[in-house]
Every structure is written in C-alpha cells, then in structure tokens.
C-alpha cells in the first residue's frame, strides 16, 4: 500500500526534474560530436554556482555518460577536457553529489586520463580529483588501490603550476596514516616537493608546506631526512623560518610552525635550538592573540600545547610570552555581545565554532600547566578558571569534555592545587558524574585526575568516598582497556592508604577476591605493580593485616609464591617482598610465613640475590619475623638459625651498601 502512495510522489519530483533538465543529458547522447561539445558547454555553464541543477544533473545519469566520453579515444581533445570540468563542477556541490560521483568510479577514470600527453585534459582531472579527494566523504585509499599511481603524480609535478598545486594538495588530503607516510616518502615526496616551497606561485608554496606538514606529523624517519634537506643551497629549517615572519600570509605562518613543531617532537630538532625557542614558540603565541579569525586561534593554540607538551623549559618560557596565560581567557568570552565581527555569516560560523575556542584553549592550559607549579598557580589565579572547567566538564561537546578533565589532571598534580582550588569547588562532583557515562578516552582521564584527588592529602578524598566510588573504581578494573584497569587499581590503592580499616574491608569486599588475583597475573606489568600497592596498603597496621591475613591469607600467600617464581621485573619482585613484610609484621599474620619453609626458602634466596633492593626487601622480612619484643620471637629466632637465616646474616653485614649493612 505504502508503495502506491509512494509512487505520484516520485513521478511528480522527476517530472520537474525532467522538465529542467533532461535537455541537457539527451544532447550528451547526439550523433554528432559538434552538438555533444556545445550540450557539455550549455551544461558547464548551468551547473555553475547551482546545486539545485547539478543534483538534477546527477540523478538524470549525466555522470556515467560524461565519464564514458571522457575516456573515449574517439573523443575530441576539448571534449575530453570539458567533460573533466563539468564533473568537477557537480564535484563542487554537495556531499551527496561526491558520493554519487565516486559511486560512479570517477577516480579511476580520472587517473586513468592522467596517462594522456596532453596538459590540458591532466590538469582539468587533476583539478576534478583534488575537488573530489578533499572532499571528507572520499576514501583516501582510493589514491594508493593501485601501486603505479604515486609514482606518476610524482612525475607529473613538473609539469606546470597547476599540476604542482593540484597534486600536493591531494597528497596533503590523502596523508591520513604513517602508511601513507611511508609510501609517499618511498616515491621520493621530500625530494620532489621541496624545490616547490620556493615556487613563485603561492600556491603552490602553500601546497608544499601543507604536504610537509602531515609528511613529518610523528614520523621520525621522514623529519629526520627534512631537517638535512636543502632547497637552493639554504637548509628547509630555515625555509621554515622565513615562513613564519610576520610579513607572510597567516596560514603560511601558521603550516611552517607545525612543521617545525612536528620536526621538533619527531626528535629531528632539539627542544632548545633558536628555531624553536626564538621562532617557532613566539610565532604559535602569537596566534593566540584575538586579533586572529577563530579557526587560526584553535590552530595556534592546538600546536602551541603539542610543542611544549613534553618539555617543562618550553612550557616556562611560553608562560611568559606575551602574556599567554591571561590571553588564553579570552578563548571563554568569544564571540562576545561587543565582538567586532560585522561579516554575519563570519559571526553565525564563529557561534557554531566558539566550543572548539575552548577546547583548545583547555588543552593548552593542560599543556602549560603539566610540570611546573608556579604556572599551575598562575592558571587556577586567572578570572574564573575553575568555574570554566566544572563548566567544561559538563559540556555538551565531548571534546571540549575530555580537553576540560585533560586541564583537570594537568593542575591536579599539584599538591597545593589540590588542597585550595580543587575543594573550594568542589571539583570531585563534576568530575564523578563525568565517570558515571563517558566514552573510554574521557574515562581514562577522568579516573586518572580521581587517583590524584584522592591522594591522602586531598581534601576531597573523604567527601569522595562518602559517594560511594568504591564500586565504580571496582568496575574500572575489569575493563578491557589497560589504562583503565590500571587508574581503577591505581585510585583504590591511593584510597587504601592510611585508611579506616571499614573502608579497606569494603575495597577487599566490592572488589571481591577472584578479580584481585586476576589482576595479580595481569599480563599488563603496570596492573600488576598498582594491585601490589593496593594489597601492600590494605596490609599495613597491624589489626589489619591479621584481619585480612585471617580471612584470605591462603590465597595471598598463593599469588606471592606465584609472583615470586615467575619471570617478573626487580620493581614487581621488591614489591611483593615488601607484602610479605608487611605480613610479617602482624601479630597472628607472621605464622603464615613461618609455618611455610617454601616461603622462608625464598626469602633466604632473595636475601642472597645480586640485586640490593631485592636484598633490603627480603631482610625487612627476616627482621620483622624475628622482632624481640614480640610473643614467640625466640622459637622464631631457632627455626630461622636452623635454616641457615644467621650465616647470611652475618654475609650481608659486610655488605658495601650501608642500607643493607645496617638492616
């Protein structure tokens, strides 16, 4: 029934359709080949700056026929090269047209028509592919289907302007993975492109410098061949240089930046060379400032924060430029009631973009703030930067959410921060409702700013528990994402420290013994060191260790057996060596070690082993069990001289270690 409703509907959009247009398809199919060029002229000159016609045109089925004319041999020259124009015309209208086109296999056909001699029709499908290629619904992957491709487009660069501008342009498009690197690297990109970054035409520089952009992007290999390129006896560094003086267009200034940042954080560059402190940093903050269109304030900042991300001189030295901190406040207030924008179609697309502003404005405070505390002071100082990131939390962009809790952990590895700004407001609660139902990448920071709240220094810590986190962090450890079993473990082991035994009878009870003893043979090494934390703190004061020692010792003595014989790192044996010190330690507890001589066997091995930490660690042991002041040291004392505990003793006091001498 539906279908017969349906159907006057159809016809009576493909009448109008047919009355506007069909005219132009017939006369793709004359007998004469004069008519058919001036029909595919008629219809070049219809369909631009019309979208309305070009879909008309599409649904008609002009596509298939101008791409068969195209590829015809028969063809006239012209014809084939208008044939190329109009299909970038319809390529140029909406998403729904590029799809059609590459439905239709315009790519092959395109590429196919670059093995022609003639300039003109490479140029007209040159031009056609870059429209399509830029397009974001393009698979990129179509450019590599077919091996031979890269290497023509990498021959034809010489060929004029145009084929140079085109073609970089695609391959900056098209660079989207490090495989992509690598092939175009392989074809020799670096060394056919370069000489174009002094082209006359600034378009083709501009290609170039976008090509070398998404080249180097953390590739090593590709910046470590870059920064010993010359291009006319001058090296590409300072190519890059001369492109980011403040007398060139912005986007260039902007292109040579990332590619020098890029180069930097590949390690081809070094973090203090004059390039990158004198230059490059200056020439990122200076795109920060409001003077500059919105999208170049996002680029600047996004950069500037990926720049100095891993390097706490470059963060110091980009805090006092030019006022940077206080300069990022104004990414919040934008576009503000008195902005000066009076393009409103500018003003409408700033609107619908301001969240990214603040993104990137977050991430660069992340950045800035990840190492130093002087400039974490100076962040939380500025006009209400706290109340800006609870707001971001709760965001309805999820890359604003996941910049803000970025900027969130950033300031709160600062002990200060955490005892001030953090409680006064309150950021604990945001932050756990952000955990409640957030996609794994906002998650992994989230949980990993709670490992710091709940530092036993935090003032949020308590507030936090009363929440009822215990479960939710329980949770994160049996997830399949490493990072995030790690900060679930992580944030349960902060919790566990110095805590109330009720809480640390509710972390053994929630997370339930099975899942400890899974994550105690975690394949993931940084699992398993925060599990032995956890367990070390649970066993720490006395009526707690014979308390869980009672209730699970077998289990726990198990798990150090195995970890104790496997193939493990020093750090995770130490660790474990520690547990059964604390072990040793409890009044009932110890008995579980010393009515175990498999144990004490291993104890006594690791008291002989080359490694001091594993020595002091399995002396601690021995020194806990044979404590004087305890009830039963002395029967304790005999059996371990029976073992042979006195002679290594006595080995370990000529130790040349003072730690291990003295224990």
């Given at each position: 029934?539906?279908?017969?409703?349906?159907?006057?509907?159809?016809?009576?959009?493909?009448?109008?359709?047919?009355?506007?247009?069909?005219?132009?398809?017939?006369?793709?199919?004359?007998?004469?080949?004069?008519?058919?060029l001036q029909g595919v002229i008629d219809m070049k000159n219809a369909v631009i700056g019309n979208n309305k016609q070009k879909a008309n045109l599409i649904?008609?089925?002009?596509?298939?026929?101008?791409?068969?004319?195209?590829?015809?041999?028969?063809?006239?020259?012209?014809?084939?090269?208008?044939?190329?124009?109009?299909?970038?015309?319809?390529?140029?209208?909406?998403?729904?047209?590029?799809?059609?086109?590459?439905?239709?296999?315009?790519?092959?056909?395109?590429?196919?028509?670059?093995?022609?001699?003639?300039?003109?029709?490479?140029?007209?499908?040159?031009?056609?592919?870059?429209?399509?290629?830029?397009?974001?619904?393009?698979?990129?992957?179509?450019?590599?289907?077919?091996?031979?491709?890269?290497?023509?487009?990498?021959?034809?660069?010489?060929?004029?302007?145009?084929?140079?501008?085109?073609?970089?342009?695609?391959?900056?498009?098209?660079?989207?993975?490090?495989?992509?690197?690598?092939?175009?690297?392989?074809?020799?990109?670096?060394?056919?492109?370069?000489?174009?970054?002094?082209?006359?035409?600034?378009?083709?520089?501009?290609?170039?410098?976008?090509?070398?952009?998404?080249?180097?992007?953390?590739?090593?290999?590709?910046?470590?061949?870059?920064?010993?390129?010359?291009?006319?006896?001058?090296?590409?560094?300072?190519?890059?240089?001369?492109?980011?003086?403040?007398?060139?267009?912005?986007?260039?200034?902007?292109?040579?930046?990332?590619?020098?940042?890029?180069?930097?954080?590949?390690?081809?560059?070094?973090?203090?060379?004059?390039?990158?402190?004198?230059?490059?940093?200056?020439?990122?903050?200076?795109?920060?400032?409001?003077?500059?269109?919105?999208?170049?304030?996002?680029?600047?900042?996004?950069?500037?924060?990926?720049?100095?991300?891993?390097?706490?001189?470059?963060?110091?030295?980009?805090?006092?430029?030019?006022?940077?901190?206080?300069?990022?406040?104004?990414?919040?207030?934008?576009?503000?009631?008195?902005?000066?924008?009076?393009?409103i179609k500018r003003l409408d697309h700033d609107l619908k973009h301001a969240h990214e502003l603040r993104q990137a404005a977050f991430k660069l405070y992340?950045?800035?703030?990840?190492?130093?505390?002087?400039?974490?002071?100076?962040?939380?100082?500025?006009?209400?930067?706290?109340?800006?990131?609870?707001?971001?939390?709760?965001?309805?962009?999820?890359?604003?959410?996941?910049?803000?809790?970025?900027?969130?952990?950033?300031?709160?590895?600062?002990?200060?921060?955490?005892?001030?700004?953090?409680?006064?407001?309150?950021?604990?609660?945001?932050?756990?409702?952000?955990?409640?139902?957030?996609?794994?990448?906002?998650?992994?920071?989230?949980?990993?700013?709670?490992?710091?709240?709940?530092?036993?220094?935090?003032?949020?810590?308590?507030?936090?528990?009363?929440?009822?986190?215990?479960?939710?962090?329980?949770?994160?450890?049996?997830?399949?994402?490493?990072?995030?079993?790690?900060?679930?473990?992580?944030?349960?082991?902060?919790?566990?420290?110095?805590?109330?035994?009720?809480?640390?009878?509710?972390?053994?009870?929630?997370?339930?013994?099975?899942?400890?003893?899974?994550?105690?043979?975690?394949?993931?090494?940084?699992?398993?060191?925060?599990?032995?934390?956890?367990?070390?703190?649970?066993?720490?004061?006395?009526?707690?260790?014979?308390?869980?020692?009672?209730?699970?010792?077998?289990?726990?003595?198990?798990?150090?057996?195995?970890?104790?014989?496997?193939?493990?790192?020093?750090?995770?044996?130490?660790?474990?060596?520690?547990?059964?010190?604390?072990?040793?330690?409890?009044?009932?507890?110890?008995?579980?070690?010393?009515?175990?001589?498999?144990?004490?066997?291993?104890?006594?091995?690791?008291?002989?082993?080359?490694?001091?930490?594993?020595?002091?660690?399995?002396?601690?042991?021995?020194?806990?069990?044979?404590?004087?002041?305890?009830?039963?040291?002395?029967?304790?004392?005999?059996?371990?001289?029976?073992?042979?505990?006195?002679?290594?003793?006595?080995?370990?006091?000529?130790?040349?270690?003072?730690?291990?001498?003295?224990?």
């Open positions: 029934m539906a279908c017969l409703l349906e159907a006057p509907l159809r016809i009576s959009v493909l009448s109008e359709v047919t009355a506007t247009s069909r005219h132009y398809v017939d006369r793709l199919f004359d007998p004469d080949p004069q008519k058919v649904v008609l089925g002009a596509v298939p026929r101008l791409l068969y004319l195209l590829q015809q041999s028969s063809s006239s020259l012209e014809l084939r090269t208008e044939c190329a124009v109009v299909l970038g015309s319809l390529a140029m209208g909406t998403e729904n047209n590029i799809k059609s086109l590459v439905d239709c296999h315009i790519i092959p056909a395109l590429l196919q028509g670059l093995l022609c001699p003639e300039l003109i029709f490479i140029e007209a499908c040159l031009r056609c592919l870059r429209t399509v290629f830029i397009s974001p619904v393009t698979p990129v992957q179509l450019l590599y289907t077919d091996p031979t491709v890269i290497p023509h487009l990498m021959s034809l660069l010489s060929h004029s302007q145009r084929t140079q501008e085109y073609i970089t342009q695609i391959f900056s498009h098209c660079c989207k993975t490090p495989e992509h690197q690598t092939v175009l690297f392989n074809h020799g990109a670096i060394q056919n492109i370069a000489p174009l970054l002094i082209s006359p035409s600034y378009k083709v520089r501009m290609q170039a410098l976008k090509c070398f952009s998404v080249l180097a992007y953390e590739n090593t290999q590709v910046s470590m061949t870059l920064v010993n390129v010359l291009v006319d006896g001058e090296l590409l560094s300072q190519v890059f240089v001369r492109m980011m003086q403040r007398d060139q267009p912005i986007d260039m200034q902007l292109t040579a930046a990332k590619c020098l940042t890029y180069m930097c954080r590949a390690g081809a560059i070094r973090t203090d060379d004059s390039c990158i402190v004198l230059k490059t940093l200056p020439c990122l903050v200076r795109m920060c400032s409001k003077e500059h269109l919105l999208e170049e304030r996002v680029e600047g900042a996004e950069t500037l924060a990926y720049l100095m991300e891993p390097d706490v001189e470059l963060q110091r030295i980009a805090s006092t430029t030019d006022h940077l901190v206080a300069m990022l406040a104004d990414y919040f207030k934008y576009p503000s009631s008195v902005s000066a924008i009076t393009d992340a950045s800035l703030g990840s190492n130093d505390e002087d400039i974490r002071k100076k962040i939380t100082e500025t006009e209400n930067m706290m109340d800006r990131i609870v707001s971001g939390l709760s965001e309805s962009s999820i890359k604003v959410r996941l910049a803000a809790v970025r900027c969130l952990h950033s300031l709160s590895r600062s002990v200060q921060q955490l005892r001030t700004s953090f409680h006064d407001h309150a950021v604990w609660k945001p932050l756990m409702k952000l955990l409640q139902n957030a996609p794994d990448e906002v998650l992994v920071m989230a949980s990993s700013t709670l490992c710091n709240l709940l530092l036993e220094f935090s003032p949020s810590k308590e507030p936090i528990l009363e929440s009822g986190v215990i479960e939710l962090l329980c949770s994160l450890t049996q997830s399949d994402s490493p990072a995030l079993r790690v900060n679930g473990i992580w944030a349960l082991m902060n919790m566990a420290f110095q805590a109330d035994q009720k809480v640390k009878v509710e972390i053994v009870r929630c997370l339930g013994t099975e899942q400890l003893f899974r994550l105690l043979s975690d394949p993931d090494t940084n699992v398993l060191m925060k599990t032995l934390g956890l367990l070390r703190n649970l066993l720490s004061t006395r009526p707690h260790i014979d308390q869980i020692m009672s209730s699970h010792g077998k289990q726990i003595m198990q798990a150090v057996t195995l970890i104790l014989e496997a193939e493990h790192s020093i750090e995770v044996k130490e660790q474990t060596l520690c547990i059964l010190a604390n072990i040793a330690d409890g009044n009932t507890a110890k008995e579980l070690i010393m009515t175990n001589d498999d144990m004490l066997q291993k104890i006594k091995y690791y008291m002989g082993h080359s490694n001091v930490k594993l020595q002091l660690a399995a002396t601690f042991c021995i020194s806990n069990l044979i404590w004087n002041e305890e009830d039963g040291s002395q029967e304790r004392q005999d059996k371990l001289k029976e073992m042979g505990f006195v002679d290594i003793l006595h080995k370990l006091t000529q130790a040349s270690d003072p730690n291990l001498s003295d224990r």
